[in-house]
């Protein structure tokens, strides 16, 4: 580096920040800010005339009490500033001139010895070169400085100021004393401190200094950090007033375009009832204009025949003149249009209902749950609102808005409770089973995910039972199915130990019992209220259809039947039957006659036992596949539900199927005791425990279940 750009560095280096002159006698604050004594008492005069006792340091705005004596004189001077003035005299005419050190004349130093470490002047110089012993020191000429030659100066050994003491560099450190001294201190003030070198004592203080240099450097990191996380939250903020004042904006702009086409719309209706009015009164007019004319025509003539007063013209007209005259009094007169009275109403005053809202919550941060519910209980969806930490946060201005709507779009009405510590509680009333829409923002943003979908599905609990007829107590009761008419709810047990069946009424009355030929296996109402008996012989097996008092009908033909096992019907009048010799589920015309779709399960050897059709599938269940089997309208596999176990959603032993009238499906979960409930996409809803084998089941058009076991006379009722 060139020297007089190293003098420009350093006469930077030792300026003052409040004189932004060379600093003189520079102490150091506190704050390791360097000043003029002068500049920091005159800052120190002017704080105690404004009735102060403090200042602050004009760099770091750091707070620092005024001293009693008004001077910071006591201050520690800065080593390093002085060793840089010291340096600046030698080429700064403006700063004070170096001094001989060699001399007691106080000439100015024109030279330097970096073996003596001692400035020099002409004389003292001369002599220095002439004696033998420094003839050979390293001198150089103050004006002939280079810049290696200003570093080693500026970093040039200490000197003991003491009095005798001058020649005396400062080679020791006294730990007791915590001051650097020379060697006849060491004799002389410090005997028997503990001293160390010089350069010992600093690496060890460098190596503390420097850990302290480390911690603050790393804070000084977190703090940038922190003031680039502030200033991206200001610019965030910057951005969102400019979004939401551009929002109003908008917003206004609107509401000014519709109020123009409201005003335009209204102009519209006022030029239609103008134009309508004018065109009344107008035809008013108009014929009262044209009878005045007949009548002054009229008038004219009868005056002109009497101002003439001729005999003959007066016998002549006075007929005609009688009879027009006539004919206009007593022509009737039009009514007189009164307009209706018009008035302009506003049924509601323009009010401004937009506001600013200053909140510390992050939208984008709040969280929110929500869990599938049952209807008949009262639900609710949770929201927390937390603030850009992701803590959670309260904002009374805060404006939560939920909106529920069911699977048909129908909004639901929700209520809100504010547990005024950042969570809101939405409950609702859910009346029907399916997904739900939940739509939720937090001061006008949409949660993140937003809509949430809710499943709500029906949870069934046992009301009462109702047992079959007759005493059976010396028979073991085996009841092979159930059934409910959709048209009047009456319901019907099949009971293979009486060889029939049994009627009650839908409010489960008993009826009557009918015998049937065979064994009853199945048993299903048609669309019509007439009940279809599957029943097994040893020769053939039967359709047989009754009417719903029980009187026989016919027989349906049955060559499609191997062993049958379960009948059901679809809406449509298809019969639905498994059969447990091929293993095949068959579909067969309403009247039987026509087989329409087989279906078996691919890779399962096992028989079906139960049947249903809905939404153009059906769904079949395996008891020892420990599943259901799920196929499409034309009998192609699509997907198992379940699995062997006895965890929500596994079976042991699956039996009876029903879809209720919340489009749930059933099963009779036989071997793990109890009901489980299902979406129609298989997903585990709920469950009902502690039932003795459930076998079969059915519900009515109210949305109870009739469950049946196989090793009881009662049907268990659910609700």
């Known amino acids: 580096m060139d020297v007089k750009q190293l003098f420009k560095i350093i006469k930077k280096e030792a300026e003052c920040p409040l004189c932004l002159e060379t600093v003189k006698n520079p102490k150091t604050l506190p704050c390791l800010h360097s000043f003029c004594l002068e500049c920091l008492d005159k800052l120190a005069n002017f704080a105690r005339r404004q009735l102060q006792t403090k200042i602050k340091c004009p760099v770091c705005q750091t707070s620092f009490s005024i001293p009693d004596t008004d001077t910071f004189a006591n201050l520690p001077s800065s080593f390093h500033l002085n060793r840089l003035v010291d340096v600046l005299a030698l080429h700064d005419s403006t700063v004070q001139v170096q001094k001989c050190n060699s001399c007691d004349e106080s000439n100015p130093a024109t030279s330097y010895c970096f073996v003596c470490q001692s400035f020099m002047c002409e004389s003292c110089f001369q002599a220095h070169q002439r004696l033998k012993a420094t003839r050979d020191h390293r001198n150089v000429l103050i004006d002939k400085l280079q810049a290696q030659d200003v570093q080693e100066l500026i970093e040039r050994p200490i000197m003991c100021s003491k009095k005798y003491h001058k020649d005396q560099p400062l080679e020791f450190y006294c730990q007791d004393c915590k001051v650097l001294i020379c060697h006849k201190c060491s004799v002389v003030s410090h005997n028997r401190h503990n001293m160390t070198d010089t350069q010992q004592a600093a690496q060890e203080q460098k190596i503390q200094m420097a850990e302290a240099v480390a911690k603050l450097k790393a804070e000084v990191l977190l703090y940038e950090n922190e003031i680039k996380k502030q200033t991206e939250l200001r610019d965030k903020n910057v951005t969102d007033i400019m979004n939401a004042e551009k929002k109003m904006t908008d917003s206004v702009e609107e509401w000014i375009r519709n109020l123009r086409e409201h005003e335009k719309k209204m102009k519209q209706k006022f030029r239609e009832i103008y134009e309508a009015e ?87 941060m709040c969280l929110i749950e929500v869990n599938d519910s049952v209807i008949g209980r009262e639900p609710n969806v949770v929201v927390f609102t937390r603030d850009s930490d992701g803590l959670q946060c309260y904002q009374e201005d805060d404006e939560i808005k939920v909106d529920i709507f069911t699977t048909d779009g129908d909004h639901l009405k929700t209520e809100l409770k504010d547990s005024k510590d950042g969570k ?55 009841i092979t199915g159930i059934a409910v008419s959709d048209k009047t709810g009456a319901i019907a047990v099949a009971c293979s130990h009486l060889g029939g069946f049994q009627l009650f009424s839908s409010d489960r009355k008993f009826q009557r019992e009918v015998k049937v030929d065979g064994i009853p296996s199945s048993l299903a109402f048609t669309g019509c209220g007439d009940l279809l008996i599957l029943s097994l012989t040893s020769k053939n097996n039967k359709l047989c259809l009754f009417s719903e008092e029980g009187q026989f009908i016919k027989h349906i033909n049955d060559k499609h039947l191997k062993k049958p096992q379960h009948l059901s019907i679809a ?38 036992e139960c049947a249903i059709y809905h939404q153009n599938k059906f769904y079949v269940s395996y008891p020892e596949a420990h599943c259901i089997k799920v196929f499409d309208k034309t009998g192609v596999y699509i997907h198992d539900i379940g699995c062997k176990g006895s965890s929500d959603g596994q079976f042991q032993c699956p039996r009876g199927l029903v879809i209720d009238k919340y489009n749930q499906l059933i099963v009779c979960d036989a071997n793990n005791l109890r009901l489980q409930i299902f979406t129609l996409r298989g997903k585990f809803l709920s469950k009902c425990l502690n039932f003795p084998r459930p076998a079969y089941c059915a519900s009515n058009n109210n949305g109870d279940l009739f469950l049946t076991s196989r090793l009881l006379d009662c049907i268990s009722v659910l609700r």
Do not use: W
Request: hydrophobic share 30%.
């Open 278 to 364: 004018q065109k009344q009164h107008g035809t008013r007019l108009e014929n009262l204009e044209l009878i005045t004319t007949q009548m002054k025509s009229c008038l004219e003539r009868g005056q002109g025949v009497l101002e003439r007063n001729i005999s003959a013209e007066i016998l002549q007209t006075n007929h005609t003149i009688l009879q027009r005259c006539d004919e206009l009094i007593n022509a009737r007169k039009s009514d007189r249009y009164k307009s209706p009275y018009l008035n302009y109403l506003v049924k509601k005053k323009f009010d401004i209902f937009d506001q600013i809202l200053v909140t510390k919550t992050d939208s984008s």
């Open 424 to 478: 809101y509680t939405v409950t609702y009333s859910p009346q029907c089973v399916g997904p739900h829409t939940v739509e939720i923002q937090v001061n006008g943003q949409p949660l993140t995910g937003s809509p949430f979908v809710v499943q709500v599905h029906h949870q069934y609990q046992r009301a009462f039972h109702f047992n079959l007829k007759e005493d059976i107590s010396l028979r073991i009761p085996i």
């Open 571 to 608: 809406s449509d009048g298809r019969l639905i039957i498994t059969d447990h010799a091929s293993k095949e589920v068959k579909v067969l015309s309403p009247d039987g006659n026509d087989q329409l779709v087989s279906m078996t399960a691919p890779n399962c050897d096992k028989y079906p």
